[in-house]
Protein backbone atom coordinates (compact mmCIF):
# COMPACT_ATOMS: atom_id res chain seq x y z
CA UNK A 1 0.00 0.00 0.00
CA UNK A 2 1.39 3.52 -0.66
CA UNK A 3 2.15 5.56 2.11
CA UNK A 4 2.46 9.56 2.86
CA UNK A 5 6.22 9.39 3.08
CA UNK A 6 6.14 12.46 5.43
CA UNK A 7 3.52 11.29 7.93
CA UNK A 8 4.17 7.41 7.65
CA UNK A 9 0.30 7.00 7.26
CA UNK A 10 -1.87 5.61 3.95
CA UNK A 11 -1.77 8.57 1.67
CA UNK A 12 -5.44 10.37 1.48
CA UNK A 13 -6.31 9.29 4.86
CA UNK A 14 -6.24 12.59 7.06
CA UNK A 15 -3.74 12.88 9.82
CA UNK A 16 -5.24 13.63 13.27
CA UNK A 17 -4.62 17.15 14.29
CA UNK A 18 -3.01 17.33 18.06
CA UNK A 19 -5.47 16.80 21.04
CA UNK A 20 -7.28 19.66 22.09
CA UNK A 21 -6.75 21.63 19.20
CA UNK A 22 -9.66 22.68 16.35
CA UNK A 23 -8.25 23.19 12.69
CA UNK A 24 -11.00 25.43 12.03
CA UNK A 25 -10.96 27.86 14.67
CA UNK A 26 -7.94 30.25 15.37
CA UNK A 27 -6.19 30.50 18.27
CA UNK A 28 -7.83 32.88 20.70
CA UNK A 29 -5.28 34.90 22.82
CA UNK A 30 -7.07 36.30 26.58
CA UNK A 31 -6.18 39.70 27.46
CA UNK A 32 -5.35 40.73 30.72
CA UNK A 33 -7.57 42.01 32.98
CA UNK A 34 -5.23 44.41 34.26
CA UNK A 35 -5.30 45.97 30.42
CA UNK A 36 -8.68 45.89 30.59
CA UNK A 37 -8.81 47.86 33.77
CA UNK A 38 -6.54 50.16 32.21
CA UNK A 39 -8.76 51.16 28.80
CA UNK A 40 -11.96 51.40 31.60
CA UNK A 41 -9.97 54.31 33.44
CA UNK A 42 -8.47 55.62 30.71
CA UNK A 43 -12.05 56.16 28.91
CA UNK A 44 -13.49 57.62 32.34
CA UNK A 45 -10.95 60.00 32.30
CA UNK A 46 -11.46 61.11 28.86
CA UNK A 47 -15.59 61.18 29.12
CA UNK A 48 -14.64 63.34 32.91
CA UNK A 49 -12.46 65.26 31.22
CA UNK A 50 -14.91 66.28 28.07
CA UNK A 51 -18.40 66.84 30.63
CA UNK A 52 -16.60 68.45 33.25
CA UNK A 53 -18.02 71.46 32.85
CA UNK A 54 -21.69 69.84 32.63
CA UNK A 55 -20.79 67.02 35.70
CA UNK A 56 -19.17 70.11 38.04
CA UNK A 57 -22.38 71.48 37.82
CA UNK A 58 -24.87 68.64 38.19
CA UNK A 59 -22.52 67.86 41.39
CA UNK A 60 -22.51 71.23 42.74
CA UNK A 61 -26.67 71.37 42.72
CA UNK A 62 -26.26 67.54 44.53
CA UNK A 63 -27.14 66.80 48.13
CA UNK A 64 -24.76 68.83 50.18
CA UNK A 65 -22.31 66.50 52.07
CA UNK A 66 -18.78 64.81 51.89
CA UNK A 67 -19.86 63.04 48.73
CA UNK A 68 -20.65 66.28 46.42
CA UNK A 69 -17.40 68.00 48.19
CA UNK A 70 -15.68 65.00 46.66
CA UNK A 71 -16.85 64.86 43.39
CA UNK A 72 -16.50 68.59 43.32
CA UNK A 73 -13.08 68.29 44.78
CA UNK A 74 -12.08 66.30 41.69
CA UNK A 75 -14.11 68.13 38.84
CA UNK A 76 -13.46 71.73 39.11
CA UNK A 77 -9.68 71.52 38.33
CA UNK A 78 -10.42 69.24 35.70
CA UNK A 79 -13.04 71.49 34.54
CA UNK A 80 -10.68 74.51 34.36
CA UNK A 81 -8.32 72.54 31.98
CA UNK A 82 -10.92 71.99 29.96
CA UNK A 83 -11.65 75.73 29.72
CA UNK A 84 -8.31 76.53 28.90
CA UNK A 85 -8.04 74.16 26.39
CA UNK A 86 -11.63 75.55 24.59
CA UNK A 87 -12.98 71.54 25.16
CA UNK A 88 -15.63 73.11 27.25
CA UNK A 89 -16.71 75.33 24.33
CA UNK A 90 -16.81 72.51 21.50
CA UNK A 91 -18.96 70.32 24.01
CA UNK A 92 -21.14 73.40 25.25
CA UNK A 93 -21.78 73.66 21.36
CA UNK A 94 -22.65 69.97 20.84
CA UNK A 95 -25.40 70.56 23.33
CA UNK A 96 -26.80 73.69 22.22
CA UNK A 97 -26.63 71.98 18.25
CA UNK A 98 -28.70 68.75 20.26
CA UNK A 99 -31.39 71.72 21.58
CA UNK A 100 -30.33 71.58 25.16
CA UNK A 101 -28.46 74.68 26.49
CA UNK A 102 -25.56 73.27 28.66
CA UNK A 103 -25.67 77.22 31.31
CA UNK A 104 -29.85 75.87 32.17
CA UNK A 105 -30.28 74.57 35.86
CA UNK A 106 -29.64 70.91 36.39
CA UNK A 107 -33.33 70.87 37.24
CA UNK A 108 -33.92 72.42 33.73
CA UNK A 109 -36.34 75.60 32.59
CA UNK A 110 -39.51 76.44 32.05
CA UNK A 111 -40.51 76.06 28.71
CA UNK A 112 -42.85 79.45 27.67
CA UNK A 113 -43.06 78.75 24.31
CA UNK A 114 -46.13 76.85 23.33
CA UNK A 115 -47.03 73.67 25.13
CA UNK A 116 -48.44 70.77 23.21
CA UNK A 117 -51.75 69.96 23.04
CA UNK A 118 -55.08 70.81 24.93
CA UNK A 119 -52.26 72.24 27.79
CA UNK A 120 -51.91 75.61 26.10
CA UNK A 121 -52.73 78.30 28.29
CA UNK A 122 -54.00 81.89 27.15
CA UNK A 123 -51.51 84.17 26.68
CA UNK A 124 -51.59 87.16 29.09
CA UNK A 125 -51.11 89.40 26.35
CA UNK A 126 -52.05 90.01 22.77
CA UNK A 127 -55.05 91.05 20.68
CA UNK A 128 -57.55 88.39 21.42
CA UNK A 129 -56.38 87.16 25.06
CA UNK A 130 -56.77 90.63 27.46
CA UNK A 131 -56.71 89.56 31.32
CA UNK A 132 -59.60 89.26 33.13
CA UNK A 133 -60.24 91.64 36.17
CA UNK A 134 -58.39 90.47 38.85
CA UNK A 135 -61.19 88.93 41.06
CA UNK A 136 -61.65 90.21 44.64
CA UNK A 137 -60.76 88.69 47.86
CA UNK A 138 -62.74 85.60 48.77
CA UNK A 139 -64.67 86.48 45.35
CA UNK A 140 -65.43 82.61 43.89
CA UNK A 141 -63.25 81.62 40.99
CA UNK A 142 -64.08 82.92 37.75
CA UNK A 143 -66.82 81.16 35.81
CA UNK A 144 -65.13 79.28 32.39
CA UNK A 145 -66.24 79.65 28.50
CA UNK A 146 -66.22 78.05 25.86
CA UNK A 147 -63.88 80.50 24.29
CA UNK A 148 -62.31 81.48 27.78
CA UNK A 149 -61.19 78.52 29.84
CA UNK A 150 -60.08 78.13 32.84
CA UNK A 151 -56.40 78.03 33.13
CA UNK A 152 -54.81 75.74 35.46
CA UNK A 153 -51.04 75.26 36.57
CA UNK A 154 -50.22 71.80 37.80
CA UNK A 155 -46.33 72.61 39.08
CA UNK A 156 -44.00 70.32 41.49
CA UNK A 157 -42.33 67.17 41.65
CA UNK A 158 -42.72 64.01 40.31
CA UNK A 159 -45.86 63.48 42.32
CA UNK A 160 -47.43 66.50 40.37
CA UNK A 161 -46.43 65.38 37.10
CA UNK A 162 -48.93 62.51 38.06
CA UNK A 163 -51.90 64.60 39.47
CA UNK A 164 -51.44 66.81 35.77
CA UNK A 165 -52.48 63.72 34.54
CA UNK A 166 -55.24 62.77 36.48
CA UNK A 167 -56.14 66.48 36.32
CA UNK A 168 -56.61 66.71 32.62
CA UNK A 169 -58.57 63.36 32.68
CA UNK A 170 -61.33 64.82 35.65
CA UNK A 171 -61.71 68.28 33.93
CA UNK A 172 -63.43 68.86 30.66
CA UNK A 173 -61.22 70.00 28.13
CA UNK A 174 -63.72 71.86 26.49
CA UNK A 175 -63.94 74.25 29.75
CA UNK A 176 -60.19 73.64 30.79
CA UNK A 177 -56.56 73.89 29.84
CA UNK A 178 -54.52 71.92 31.99
CA UNK A 179 -50.39 73.13 31.74
CA UNK A 180 -48.64 70.25 34.06
CA UNK A 181 -45.38 71.39 34.75
CA UNK A 182 -44.46 68.94 37.00
CA UNK A 183 -40.35 68.18 37.10
CA UNK A 184 -38.63 65.18 38.63
CA UNK A 185 -36.46 65.67 41.57
CA UNK A 186 -37.38 69.36 42.38
CA UNK A 187 -38.66 71.37 45.33
CA UNK A 188 -37.90 74.18 47.44
CA UNK A 189 -34.79 73.25 49.59
CA UNK A 190 -32.85 73.05 46.75
CA UNK A 191 -32.82 76.50 44.34
CA UNK A 192 -29.67 76.11 42.71
CA UNK A 193 -31.09 72.83 41.47
CA UNK A 194 -34.64 74.39 40.05
CA UNK A 195 -35.85 77.77 41.30
CA UNK A 196 -39.74 77.35 41.62
CA UNK A 197 -40.38 80.65 42.94
CA UNK A 198 -38.48 82.00 39.94
CA UNK A 199 -40.50 79.88 37.49
CA UNK A 200 -43.53 80.58 39.22
CA UNK A 201 -43.57 84.39 38.46
CA UNK A 202 -42.63 83.52 34.87
CA UNK A 203 -45.84 81.28 34.32
CA UNK A 204 -47.88 83.89 36.25
CA UNK A 205 -46.65 86.41 34.32
CA UNK A 206 -46.88 84.57 30.94
CA UNK A 207 -50.13 82.47 31.89
CA UNK A 208 -51.83 83.80 34.31
CA UNK A 209 -53.39 80.84 35.70
CA UNK A 210 -56.83 81.13 37.34
CA UNK A 211 -55.92 77.85 39.59
CA UNK A 212 -52.63 76.67 40.48
CA UNK A 213 -52.41 73.31 42.20
CA UNK A 214 -48.88 72.74 44.18
CA UNK A 215 -47.54 69.37 44.80
CA UNK A 216 -43.78 69.28 45.87
CA UNK A 217 -41.58 68.49 48.80
CA UNK A 218 -40.95 64.88 47.98
CA UNK A 219 -37.22 65.64 47.41
CA UNK A 220 -37.40 68.14 50.35
CA UNK A 221 -35.58 65.74 52.75
CA UNK A 222 -32.16 67.47 52.31
CA UNK A 223 -29.80 70.58 53.46
CA UNK A 224 -30.87 73.50 52.01
CA UNK A 225 -28.24 75.87 50.54
CA UNK A 226 -28.32 79.10 51.53
CA UNK A 227 -27.65 82.46 49.55
CA UNK A 228 -24.09 82.53 50.23
CA UNK A 229 -23.42 78.87 49.57
CA UNK A 230 -23.55 77.17 52.78
CA UNK A 231 -25.39 74.40 53.81
CA UNK A 232 -28.63 74.70 56.17
CA UNK A 233 -28.19 71.42 57.96
CA UNK A 234 -31.76 69.55 57.90
CA UNK A 235 -33.92 69.15 61.15
CA UNK A 236 -32.62 72.28 62.42
CA UNK A 237 -34.26 75.55 63.61
CA UNK A 238 -32.63 77.18 60.88
CA UNK A 239 -33.81 74.88 58.13
CA UNK A 240 -37.60 75.15 59.18
CA UNK A 241 -37.49 78.92 59.55
CA UNK A 242 -35.91 79.41 55.76
CA UNK A 243 -38.20 76.56 54.29
CA UNK A 244 -41.10 78.15 55.62
CA UNK A 245 -40.45 81.84 54.33
CA UNK A 246 -39.72 80.17 51.04
CA UNK A 247 -42.87 78.53 50.95
CA UNK A 248 -44.53 81.53 52.12
CA UNK A 249 -43.00 83.36 49.21
CA UNK A 250 -43.55 80.81 47.00
CA UNK A 251 -47.09 80.96 47.38
CA UNK A 252 -47.39 84.98 47.66
CA UNK A 253 -45.50 84.52 43.97
CA UNK A 254 -48.56 82.16 42.76
CA UNK A 255 -51.24 84.62 43.64
CA UNK A 256 -49.95 87.81 42.61
CA UNK A 257 -52.52 88.45 39.97
CA UNK A 258 -55.56 86.65 41.40
CA UNK A 259 -54.97 83.19 41.22
CA UNK A 260 -56.15 80.95 43.71
CA UNK A 261 -54.15 77.66 44.90
CA UNK A 262 -54.77 74.43 46.07
CA UNK A 263 -51.94 72.97 48.13
CA UNK A 264 -51.39 69.22 48.11
CA UNK A 265 -49.61 67.92 50.66
CA UNK A 266 -47.01 64.88 50.54
CA UNK A 267 -48.68 61.39 50.62
CA UNK A 268 -48.14 58.72 53.58
CA UNK A 269 -44.78 57.06 51.98
CA UNK A 270 -44.35 53.28 52.83
CA UNK A 271 -39.99 54.38 54.87
CA UNK A 272 -41.27 54.89 58.07
CA UNK A 273 -38.10 56.80 58.51
CA UNK A 274 -39.24 59.80 56.29
CA UNK A 275 -42.34 60.61 57.84
CA UNK A 276 -41.19 63.07 60.40
CA UNK A 277 -39.90 65.44 57.85
CA UNK A 278 -42.89 64.69 55.54
CA UNK A 279 -45.48 65.48 58.41
CA UNK A 280 -43.11 68.69 58.96
CA UNK A 281 -43.33 70.05 55.83
CA UNK A 282 -47.19 69.21 55.29
CA UNK A 283 -47.23 71.30 58.38
CA UNK A 284 -45.64 74.12 56.94
CA UNK A 285 -47.81 74.07 54.04
CA UNK A 286 -51.03 73.81 56.14
CA UNK A 287 -49.97 77.23 58.05
CA UNK A 288 -48.24 78.91 54.36
CA UNK A 289 -52.15 78.22 52.95
CA UNK A 290 -53.86 78.84 56.08
CA UNK A 291 -52.35 82.40 56.21
CA UNK A 292 -54.26 83.39 53.03
CA UNK A 293 -57.12 81.67 53.26
CA UNK A 294 -58.86 83.72 50.72
CA UNK A 295 -56.63 82.51 48.13
CA UNK A 296 -55.44 79.26 49.26
CA UNK A 297 -56.08 75.83 50.77
CA UNK A 298 -54.63 72.68 51.98
CA UNK A 299 -55.47 69.53 50.96
CA UNK A 300 -54.00 66.60 53.14
CA UNK A 301 -53.05 63.77 50.97
CA UNK A 302 -51.58 61.81 53.90
CA UNK A 303 -54.73 61.09 55.54
CA UNK A 304 -56.27 60.92 52.51
CA UNK A 305 -54.22 57.95 51.34
CA UNK A 306 -53.69 56.36 54.57
CA UNK A 307 -55.30 53.43 56.26
CA UNK A 308 -57.52 53.41 59.18
CA UNK A 309 -54.44 53.48 61.76
CA UNK A 310 -52.72 56.12 59.82
CA UNK A 311 -50.59 53.74 57.96
CA UNK A 312 -49.41 53.08 54.68
CA UNK A 313 -51.63 51.28 52.30
CA UNK A 314 -51.44 50.19 48.94
CA UNK A 315 -55.09 49.96 48.54
CA UNK A 316 -57.29 52.74 49.37
CA UNK A 317 -61.16 53.43 49.42
CA UNK A 318 -62.50 55.24 46.65
CA UNK A 319 -65.70 57.84 46.86
CA UNK A 320 -67.69 54.95 46.68
CA UNK A 321 -66.04 52.73 49.39
CA UNK A 322 -64.65 50.69 46.62
CA UNK A 323 -60.84 49.50 47.47
CA UNK A 324 -58.70 50.07 44.88
CA UNK A 325 -54.77 49.88 44.36
CA UNK A 326 -53.77 53.19 43.78
CA UNK A 327 -49.60 53.43 45.51
CA UNK A 328 -46.58 51.94 43.02
CA UNK A 329 -44.97 49.77 43.77
CA UNK A 330 -41.86 52.22 45.32
CA UNK A 331 -44.17 53.11 48.42
CA UNK A 332 -43.88 56.42 46.87
CA UNK A 333 -45.85 57.15 43.77
CA UNK A 334 -49.52 57.29 42.57
CA UNK A 335 -50.88 54.70 39.98
CA UNK A 336 -52.97 56.46 37.27
CA UNK A 337 -56.35 55.05 39.62
CA UNK A 338 -54.75 57.03 42.45
CA UNK A 339 -54.23 60.24 40.94
CA UNK A 340 -57.38 60.45 39.07
CA UNK A 341 -58.63 59.80 42.51
CA UNK A 342 -56.12 62.35 43.76
CA UNK A 343 -57.33 65.05 41.38
CA UNK A 344 -61.13 64.20 42.02
CA UNK A 345 -60.26 64.95 45.74
CA UNK A 346 -58.94 68.40 44.19
CA UNK A 347 -61.83 69.46 42.13
CA UNK A 348 -64.28 68.71 45.20
CA UNK A 349 -61.91 71.08 47.27
CA UNK A 350 -61.80 74.12 44.87
CA UNK A 351 -65.78 73.62 44.46
CA UNK A 352 -65.67 73.87 48.33
CA UNK A 353 -63.18 76.73 48.97
CA UNK A 354 -63.57 78.54 46.01
CA UNK A 355 -66.96 77.80 44.61
CA UNK A 356 -65.52 76.04 41.32
CA UNK A 357 -68.16 75.14 38.61
CA UNK A 358 -69.15 71.47 39.08
CA UNK A 359 -69.94 72.01 35.60
CA UNK A 360 -65.75 71.59 34.74
CA UNK A 361 -65.86 68.15 35.53
CA UNK A 362 -65.16 65.57 33.05
Known amino acids: MDR ?5 TPAGIPTRPPRGTRPSEPVRRLVPAGNVLVVMVVCLLLWSFLSARTLERSSDAGPLGARRTAALTFLRPLAGLADVLQVSRATEGI ?26 AEPRTGPSAAP ?11 EPRPGNK ?9 LASGLGVGLEAMFDPDLVRVWNQGRISTGLARQDYFNWRAAMRQIVDSYRPDLVVVMLGLNDDQAQRAADGSAIPIGSVGWVQSYRERAT ?17 IPVVQDR ?18 SRPDEATFLDAWTLLDDAEGDYTAYVRNERGTLQLMRGPDGVHLLPVGNNFLARSVIGLAEDVFELTPEVRA
Open 273 to 290: ERWPVYQRLNQIYGEAAG
Open 132 to 142: SPLPSPGAPIR
Open 4 to 8: DQTQG
Open 95 to 120: ERALGRDPDAPPGGVIDLGSPPGPAI
Open 150 to 158: LRVAVIGDS
Open 249 to 265: TFLRTATAEGARVVWVG
